[in-house]
């Protein structure tokens, strides 16, 4: 697996810095977020270190097919309710003027009853 050792989520996904877990498998990992927006406010990330959106391919379709597929499941057993009273927001901020403070890309899941502190 390629991580980068400076990177905080690389670290997140091997453990070296604590986390409240949602979800691993071989490929992906899910997150509480640490400063939630709303009241479900998880993190979704591919364990391999990928910069961000700017930075996919081909190669990378099936994952992020996968962590994309997980989303909604994830959403729903972390207190969404279920579409269409509930649903959640999913936000990808990529690049500086797209808003990214941690460079390895990740998916924020939101949700749950409004309103929200941002967002
Ligand atoms: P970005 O602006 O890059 O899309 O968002 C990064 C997110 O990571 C922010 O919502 C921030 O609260 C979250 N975050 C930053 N550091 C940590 C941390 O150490 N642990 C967790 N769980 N979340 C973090
Ligand atoms: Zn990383």
Known sequence: ????P???FCKIVQGAIPSR???EDDQVFAF???NPWAPVHFLLVPKRHIVSFAHVDAQHA???GHLMMLAPKLA?????RPYPEGGFRIVSN???EG???VHHLHVHVMGGPRPWLRG
């Not at 697996?1 to 980068?4: P, Q, R, T, V, Y």
């Not at 729903?76 to 969404?80: A, I, V």
């Open 32 to 34: 509480h977020d640490i």
């Open 62 to 64: 099936p994952l992020l």
């Open 21 to 23: 877990k949602v979800y």
């Open 99 to 101: 808003g990214q403070e």
């Open 94 to 96: 990529t690049g500086a």
């Open 1 to 4: 697996m390629e991580h980068d």
């Open 76 to 80: 729903l057993q972390e207190g969404c």
């Open 6 to 8: 400076n990177c905080l």
